[in-house]
């Protein structure tokens, strides 16, 4: 049986290659052959691994989008459906929208909700509008007096107008001279349609 010795790599030289004993020419071939193959590994091989890669993360990708676009076409007639809903349900909110004809006329309604809830009239005024992206703002500041149940009988009767109004920034004040009197004052605010006139 062979014995190992390692004083036979002692002294190794490269330039003397052809003098080493076989053993260290062997472990050179091998350490050079190990080199060669990762080399090579690194230089073909990983490349196309890391392109197999993306492939099946592009192939995951294709098949979500199949199954996405078969999903919306099998159930194609349901979205068909839901859209014209939808488009239904946009139209009918259009409408309760106040064309420029009933805007005056909205000041009339509320008048007329308030005094047949009770209250008295401070200030019923337009302010500036306010225009958004898709719609026009049209704030109204309202000052009345009344009793308190008479507020909440106001709010109900604005609520149930035909054509959109909602009321904001509410502050409730007792009149000095009589504490059964109260002050209310809030911003009403209705809108209008941006891109054309909703009848």
């Not at 050079?32 to 090579?40: D, K, Y």
């Not at 979500?64 to 999903?71: E, G, I, N």
Request: proline share 3%.
């Amino acid at each position: 049986m062979m014995k190992f010795d390692a004083s036979q790599f002692d002294n190794l030289e490269l330039d003397n290659i052809g003098q080493w004993p076989a053993a260290a020419k062997l472990l050179l071939a091998v350490f050079l052959a190990v080199a060669v193959a990762f080399l090579g590994y690194m230089a073909l091989i990983s490349d196309q691994i890391k392109q197999l890669d993306r492939g099946f993360v592009e192939e995951g990708t294709l098949k979500q989008s199949y199954r996405t676009k078969y999903h919306v076409a099998a159930n194609l007639d349901l979205f068909r459906a839901q859209m014209v809903e939808a488009e239904d349900t946009f139209a009918n909110q259009l409408r309760s929208l106040p064309n420029s004809h009933e805007i005056p006329g909205l000041l009339d309604d509320i008048t007329f909700v308030g005094t047949t809830s009770g209250l008295d009239f401070v200030k019923l005024e337009w302010q500036p509008e306010i225009s958004k992206e898709i719609y026009i703002e049209l704030p109204i500041d309202i000052e009345v007096i009344g009793s308190y149940h008479s507020f909440g009988q106001f709010v109900s009767k604005i609520a149930g107008l035909p054509r959109i109004v909602t009321l904001h920034d509410f502050k409730i004040k007792i009149k000095h001279d009589d504490s059964k009197t109260l002050n209310l004052t809030l911003q009403a605010k209705t809108y209008r349609y941006q891109q054309g006139t909703a009848e």
